[in-house]
């Protein structure tokens, strides 16, 4: 029956609003494999069912995702980049643009407490003055590895900082040509997404230049201006925490402050790797 993608995805609506994001999702891909199976005489509304279905599926993800977990967050990131991909005029690109610049900014903060939680227990195994068992080597051997695997997904050339400077970016080039609502009412959330990108991928200068910007009360809508006094304060300490915690990385890692050294030595000339330093430290 041509009607069945249709029922299917206005059933995984109702699954929606039960709270069963997992029936949801199964009736959401039971829209993309019905769809298939139909006699296509009407090839623009079956892609629009489609669409919408898939579009359902990356929110699910996304909006019924546990708050400390990862795996969901890390679908919505693929879900929503394919739908980015697919170009569709009739996609709202600043809405997905937003929710995946979200997905990718929790992702990345589970991350970074799932790596923190592994690192004590590395500790806590490191240090038992008791002889290791060869359970606790293995456990040992997996945390390494997941530590390892979690810092690429951060921290790679597809990884969660590079994607977050990216869609960032463009996210606020598209507001002069659109001005849409979406654009003009989160200028300043993404704008923050895009300091903390820069902020971890080490480009300190940037950090700067968008931290002065995003302070200017002129960089919230006339209508949010109040709201901003009050938020800007937590973002300036959330960046200033950032910064500070940097700093004192740097301070205590043996091998930079050794290669500090020699570059400092060096006929008393100053190097990009020294003013990347002192920009880091004078901003924390």
Do not use: C
């Not at 206005?10 to 006699?39: C, F, H």
């Amino acid at each position: 029956d041509p009607y069945i993608p249709e029922i299917l995805l206005r059933q995984a609506w109702i699954y929606r609003q039960m709270g069963r994001p997992e029936l949801a999702l199964s009736a959401n891909y039971d829209v993309l494999t019905s769809a298939t199976q139909q006699k296509v005489n009407n090839l623009t509304r079956f892609g629009r069912i489609v669409l919408v279905a898939r579009s359902q599926i990356a929110n699910t993800y996304y909006e019924d995702a546990d708050p400390l977990e990862l795996k969901d967050y890390i679908s919505s990131i693929d879900l929503y980049e394919r739908l980015l991909n697919a170009q569709q005029e009739e996609l709202h690109t600043s809405v997905i643009k937003l929710k995946l610049l979200r997905s990718l900014f929790k992702a990345d903060e589970n991350s970074r407490i799932k790596i923190r939680m592994l690192r004590l227990r590395q500790t806590s195994l490191e240090t038992n003055p008791s002889p290791i068992t060869s359970d606790e080597a293995t456990e040992l051997k997996q945390i390494k590895a997941e530590i390892k695997k979690l810092n690429e997904n951060r921290a790679g050339s597809s990884g969660y900082w590079k994607k977050m400077e990216k869609h960032a970016v463009e996210f606020i080039d598209r507001i002069a040509e659109s001005d849409t609502f979406v654009s003009r009412n989160h200028t300043g959330e993404v704008m923050y997404y895009k300091i903390m990108a820069y902020n971890a991928l080490g480009h300190y200068q940037h950090v700067w230049q968008s931290m002065e910007v995003l302070l200017e009360n002129e960089s919230a809508p006339t209508d949010q201006r109040r709201a901003w006094a009050a938020v800007r304060v937590r973002v300036v300490i959330d960046i200033a925490n950032r910064l500070f915690s940097n700093g004192k990385a740097l301070m205590e890692n043996e091998v930079d402050r050794a290669r500090m050294v020699a570059v400092l030595s060096d006929d008393g000339k100053t190097s990009r790797e020294v003013l990347e330093w002192r920009l880091n430290l004078e901003s924390a």
